[in-house]
């Protein structure tokens, strides 16, 4: 157990539609991350936040959204949802080099 | 030169074989080099990881080459087990940049 939680575990939705993907890091953990991992793809870095600020972004999408709050809980927008967007999405959450991931949302888009 | 690359996509060796796994990048900013393992259903956790000032870092039966030149980088596995099957993915960071990682090798290892 990485100590990283994510909900829901799993998410069947329909296309157009919009949904919201919680994080809970590490205790202490600062830094969040997301990733998308599509079936039989690699990481895709989405977005970073250290302490409530977003510090970088990879390929995000700009219908997806994301936020960090003062209680470090993190959460991933994803709007206007299309079939391409079915994937495992990770959190991570780091306080030096090492990342935690969490066991991740396995988002359906039908 | 965000980009990690890695190879083979997938690989296919028998028990007590050595499976390697290359990566290469481009951005000399990276100053740290981790291996995650990741299991089917399971989020990656961190295997081993390398910083450039050395060129070899061995934990049980993982081994990671460096060559800083070269900026390349390799996994290679000992004495492989069937617990081993798992997907591998190199990344590479420095302390203020982002984690990039590369596209995974998706190792099996036959009993």
């Known amino acids: 157990d990485s100590g990283v939680t994510q909900t829901p575990k799993h998410l069947i939705t329909a296309t157009g539609q919009r949904v919201t993907l919680r994080c809970s890091p590490r205790?202490?953990?600062?830094?969040v991350y997301w990733y998308q991992q599509s079936l039989d793809q690699g990481l895709q870095f989405l977005i970073q936040?250290?302490?409530?600020?977003?510090?970088a972004k990879g390929n995000i999408l700009e219908r997806f959204s994301a936020q960090q709050f003062p209680d470090l809980h993190s959460e991933l927008n994803l709007s206007s949802l299309e079939l391409g967007d079915s994937a495992l999405y990770f959190c991570?959450?780091?306080?030096?080099?090492?990342?935690?991931f969490g066991p991740g949302t396995r988002l359906t888009v039908l | 030169q965000q980009q990690v690359k890695q190879s083979p996509q997938s690989l296919i060796v028998q028990k007590g074989g050595i499976p390697i796994i290359n990566c290469a990048y481009e951005?000399?900013?990276?100053?740290?080099f981790p291996w995650y393992q990741q299991f089917p259903g399971k989020g990656p956790a961190l295997l081993i990881a390398?910083?450039?000032?050395?060129s070899e870092k061995k934990e049980g039966r993982f081994t990671i080459s460096f060559n800083k030149s070269a900026k390349q980088f390799s996994l290679h596995i000992m004495d492989s087990q069937p617990g081993d099957s798992a997907t591998y993915f190199c990344?590479?960071?420095?302390?203020?940049?982002?984690?990039?990682f590369g596209t995974g090798t998706r190792l099996k290892v036959l009993a």
């Open positions: 990344a590479a960071t420095s302390g203020t940049y982002k984690y990039i």
């Open positions: 936040y250290y302490n409530g600020e977003e510090r």
């Open positions: 205790s202490g953990d600062l830094s």
């Open positions: 951005n000399t900013a990276f100053d740290y």
């Open positions: 991570a959450s780091s306080s030096g080099l090492v990342l935690f």
């Open positions: 390398i910083r450039p000032d050395v």
